[in-house]
């Protein structure tokens, strides 16, 4: 089992940055750690996947130049830092674990909470 906790979120204005945290616990080994987003009547759609032990990372097109995945084992924690948010970045933002690389929804086992970013233009 893995526990996932994110933190982070709440409103911004347009052009702002946000950093949004993924804790992990629990016993089961982790691949890779995927971030989500849903906004209100949406599918929840990829953001991007980060390795847990090598750190590489991957991010979709449209957020690529804007927010960076990175990871600190020692603390167990993925971190999202959001850049130049958008409005159309509004969303409840959500953590996720594989085993193995990913990019849909059916790949990740194990869940966060999510956490509501807010972006006002």
């Known amino acids: 089992q893995v526990q996932l906790v994110e933190s982070g979120g709440g409103s911004v204005q347009a052009g702002g940055s946000l950093r949004l945290s993924c804790a992990a616990s629990?016993?089961?080994?982790?691949?890779?750690i995927g971030w989500f987003r849903q906004a209100p009547g949406k599918e929840r759609e990829l953001v991007g996947v980060?390795?847990?032990?090598?750190?590489?990372?991957y991010s979709v097109d449209s957020v690529k130049d804007r927010f960076t995945i990175s990871r600190d084992n020692a603390k167990n924690t993925v971190y999202l830092q959001m850049n130049s948010l958008k409005p159309e970045d509004t969303a409840i933002y959500y953590c996720?674990?594989?085993?193995?690389?990913?990019?849909?929804?059916?790949?990740?086992?194990?869940w966060g909470q999510g956490t509501q970013v807010t972006v006002s233009s």
């Open positions: 980060i390795s847990w032990s090598g750190g590489s990372a």
């Open positions: 996720a674990a594989a085993k193995s690389y990913g990019v849909s929804r059916r790949d990740f086992d194990y």
């Open positions: 629990g016993r089961t080994i982790i691949g890779y």
